[in-house]
T-cell receptor
Framework: DGGITQSPKYLFRKEGQNVTLSCEQNLNHDAMYWYRQDPGQGLRLIYYSQIVNDFQKGDIAEGYSVSREKKESFPLTVTSAQKNPTAFYLC???????????FGSGTRLTVV | AQSVSQHNHHVILSEAASLELGCNYSYGGTVNLFWYVQYPGQHLQLLLKYFSGDPLVKGIKGFEAEFIKSKFSFNLRKPSVQWSDTAEYFCAVLRNSGNTPLVFGKGTRLSVIA
């Protein structure tokens, strides 16, 4: 079945450690996105990529980094510079410029 | 700042009541409009979308939304809600200026009680 796989589902890290969240899709979508979901804040865009080897910052990119070396994969690194990293992270993909996104099941990151 | 506004943070309805969730956006120019839904414990999924044509669009599970260009609005409606409609609903806008991602509202949590 085609879809997006995010792993792990739950992740615990100590403060000051970098952590990488995985996102893989087999939908042959060009565009991939990372959103952060906090209660009452909706979905806020962290980074997005419309094509391999290219990505753009979203509204809340500070403290995060991404790479897009393969069409299928768009990993997100939460660095120690992110002041409030505990959150639910959603990855999505779409055909370019359609807005019809397929979402993963999310990763809940807790930093202690 | 350009944005997407959802007026209600949490709506509580009894089964069979009618639903209307407000959504306004502040972008000029041509836009595509969406409602996404997140049922408890499930993936965010597309409920309905508007690209062009008839401003009244119908989606899954009896939902519909009306695009009113003059009001920059895209309100979601359902004549009679069911307990299974309990979920969080997100309005989203895609500007047709190219190479831009979806912008989401803050969401409205709907609780339907028996």
């Amino acid at each position: 079945d085609g879809g997006i796989t995010q792993s792990p589902k739950y992740l615990f890290r100590k403060e000051g450690q970098n952590v990488t969240l995985s996102c893989e899709q087999n939908l042959n979508h060009d565009a991939m996105y990372w959103y952060r979901q906090d209660p009452g804040q909706g979905l806020r865009l962290i980074y997005y990529s419309q094509i391999v080897n290219d990505f753009q910052k979203g509204d809340i990119a500070e403290g995060y980094s991404v790479s897009r070396e393969k069409k299928e994969s768009f990993p997100l690194t939460v660095t120690s510079a992110q002041k409030n990293p505990t959150a639910f992270y959603l990855c999505a993909s779409s055909l370019r410029d359609t807005g019809v996104c397929t979402f993963g099941s999310g990763t809940r990151l807790t930093v202690v | 700042a350009q944005s997407v506004s959802q007026h209600n943070h949490h709506v509580i309805l009894s089964e069979a009541a009618s639903l209307e969730l407000g959504c306004n956006y502040s972008y000029g120019g041509t836009v595509n409009l969406f409602w996404y839904v997140q049922y408890p414990g499930q993936h965010l999924q597309l409920l309905l979308k508007y690209f062009s044509g008839d401003p009244l669009v119908k989606g899954i599970k009896g939902f519909e939304a009306e695009f009113i260009k003059s009001k920059f609005s895209f309100n979601l409606r359902k004549p009679s809600v069911q307990w299974s409609d309990t979920a969080e609903y997100f309005c989203a806008v895609l500007r047709n200026s190219g190479n831009t991602p979806l912008v989401f509202g803050k969401g409205t949590r709907l609780s339907v009680i028996a």
